[in-house]
């Protein structure tokens, strides 16, 4: 029978949790799959832990995993990505938010022939403090990314299993996990789905969280492209500033020798050519290093659509 893995981090939910586990219940029970429920507990202070705990011995479906600290959502999913069994994986956040309901037409679409399905807040119940910085956010992300998807960070997201057992995600990478399956190789599509209005606590993210994004995405595309290539990037940088420096100094000397001014008269434009020299230098030897790490690191082991074996003695 297939299996179903919903990974759920959770941070200080405990009024919530075992409402979610009903509704997960509720939606897949009835249906031909199998299933398991990860609770993965990012150092709650609440008793999410415990209730946690209670669920695992009331119902063998049921993982706790409970972590000493808060490390973070990414930390939390790359646990669950670990020690998830399912062929499908399911990832959905802990605050009622994300609708279990559409756990079913989101594995129905990886059947489709997709490797992962990410969900789309179209209608959200949030302030529009949150929904128009977010809007600007996933318009960039997109648009630097290549991928044609409105919402990087909705928590409902649907894998194949070696989609999830092939990622490595820290730091706050998680927001960028359709980024970092493309550079795999993976497929990705988006369904539109519900998000509810929250019904206990409170959002445990701000503004900072805008900011902190925008560094992970720098991150995420240097990473994507030019992690193999670093002299591709830091050598475009150097190469244009370099040619743009000897390009003054030759004008300062032109000037000098052609029409008979002084440096003296030019000595800021003189100085700025010499100042894009030296940068474009250190530019294209910093790409130069970057390639030399690379060719000592460890290279990631390529991701294997399929195998076939030939019998040579049929």
Request: charged share 25%; glycine share 8%.
């Amino acid at each position: 029978m297939r299996r179903i893995s919903i990974i759920v981090p959770v941070f200080n939910e405990e009024e919530s949790l075992v409402e979610l586990y009903g509704q997960i219940k509720d939606a897949l029970e009835p249906s031909e799959f199998d299933f398991e429920i990860l609770f993965i507990d990012d150092g709650s202070t609440d008793r999410s832990y415990h209730l946690m705990l209670e669920l695992s011995s009331k119902d063998s479906r049921v993982v706790s995993i409970g972590f000493q600290r808060n490390n973070g959502k990414a930390a939390a999913l790359n646990t669950g990505f670990k020690e998830c069994t399912g062929d499908y994986v399911i990832t959905m956040d802990g605050d009622l938010q994300d609708n279990p309901e559409e756990i079913l037409e989101m594995v129905a679409m990886i059947d489709s022939g997709w490797d992962m399905v990410s969900g789309w807040k179209k209608v959200r119940h949030d302030p529009i403090g949150k929904r128009l910085p977010s809007k600007l956010y996933n318009f960039t992300v997109s648009k630097m990314s290549g991928i044609a998807i409105h919402d990087f960070n909705c928590g409902l997201k649907a894998y194949r299993k070696k989609v999830v057992k092939n990622l490595e995600i820290y730091g706050e990478l998680h927001r960028y996990i359709p980024v970092l399956a493309k550079q795999k190789g993976f497929t990705c599509t988006e369904k539109v789905v519900q998000h509810r209005a929250r019904k206990y606590g409170h959002s445990k993210y701000g503004l900072w969280r805008l900011f902190s994004g925008f560094f992970d995405m720098i991150t995420v595309v240097f990473i994507s492209k030019f992690i193999e290539r670093p002299l591709h990037l830091f050598g475009m940088v150097g190469m244009g500033s370099l040619t743009t420096g000897v390009l003054i100094d030759l004008y300062v000397l032109y000037l000098k020798f052609f029409t008979g001014a002084s440096f003296q008269t030019h000595i800021a434009l003189l100085l700025s050519g010499v100042l894009l020299i030296i940068v474009g230098v250190q530019f294209i030897s910093l790409g130069l290093l970057g390639e030399m790490i690379t060719v000592t690191r460890k290279r990631p082991t390529p991701v294997i659509k399929d195998r076939t074996h030939v019998d040579d003695n049929p």
